[in-house]
Nanobody, 118 residues
Framework: QVQLVESGGGLVQAGGSLRLSCVASGSIFSINAMGWYCQAPGKQRELVAQITNCGRTNYGDSVKGRFTISRDNAKNTVYLQMNSLKPEDTAVYYC????????????WGQGTQVTVSS
């Protein structure tokens, strides 16, 4: 079992920056990929960015060139550096891990609110 603890959300003005962190604990050896999803009110949860064990990254179209995902394996932590934030980035951001331990699994963090004011 993997547990996730997120931090770093908050309120920022448009054009500003925030960095989200997500620390994983438990059966971390079973993790294949870590990432971030966002969910705005009334909308479906969608991919922001994901990074695999091999370091391969995948970004949602709306954040390419503005957000950067990185991973510190020694600290079991994934980061999301968010620059040039826009009001439309306002959402709850969820950390996500995908892994395999006897079977494929997926774990979600509790979510952290990011609010970008215009």
């Amino acid at each position: 079992q993997v547990q996730l603890v997120e931090s770093g959300g908050g309120l920022v003005q448009a054009g500003g920056s925030l960095r989200l962190s997500c620390v994983a604990s438990g059966s971390i050896f079973s993790i294949n990929a870590m990432g971030w999803y966002c969910q705005a009110p009334g909308k479906q949860r969608e991919l922001v960015a994901q990074i695999t064990n091999c370091g391969r990254t995948n970004y949602g179209d709306s954040v390419k060139g503005r957000f950067t995902i990185s991973r510190d394996n020694a600290k079991n932590t994934v980061y999301l550096q968010m620059n040039s934030l826009k009001p439309e980035d306002t959402a709850v951001y969820y950390c996500n891990v995908e892994g395999h331990y006897n079977r494929d699994y997926e774990v979600w963090g509790q979510g952290t609110q990011v609010t970008v004011s215009s």
